[in-house]
Nanobody, 123 residues
């Protein structure tokens, strides 16, 4: 069992930045690909970004490409999502997730999920 805890969410004005963190408290994350997903009210949970076990492969949703950066520090057992040039459309609950299958985009391919952290972007 892997317990994931997200942090770093909050309220920010459009154009601002936030950095989300996801830490595992019960097991090393180095054997998992790690993804970030988000869910806005009334919408399905959608893929945002994913990073492979060693960090060599990273993939992004088109809507965040060039603005968000995913990274990981396996020594700290932590994955990050740096979010720049935030837009109101980025408002959502952000979830990190762990996959043993690799850096995939479907939420069905993830084995463990955090509880989420709220990001709100105001005009």
């Amino acid at each position: 069992q892997v317990q994931l805890v997200e942090s770093g969410g909050g309220l920010v004005q459009a154009g601002g930045s936030l950095r989300l963190s996801c830490t595992a408290s019960t097991r090393s994350l180095s054997q998992y690909a790690m993804g970030w997903f988000r869910q806005a009210p009334g919408k399905e949970r959608e893929f945002v970004a994913v990073i492979s076990w060693g960090g060599g492969r990273r993939y992004y949703a088109d809507s965040v490409k060039g603005r968000f950066t995913i990274s990981r520090d396996n020594a700290k057992n932590t994955v990050y999502l740096q979010m720049n040039r935030l837009e109101p459309e980025d408002t959502a609950v952000y979830y990190c997730a762990a996959s043993v299958q690799g850096p995939l985009r479907s939420r069905n391919d993830y084995d463990y999920w955090g509880q989420g952290t709220q990001v709100t972007v105001s005009l």
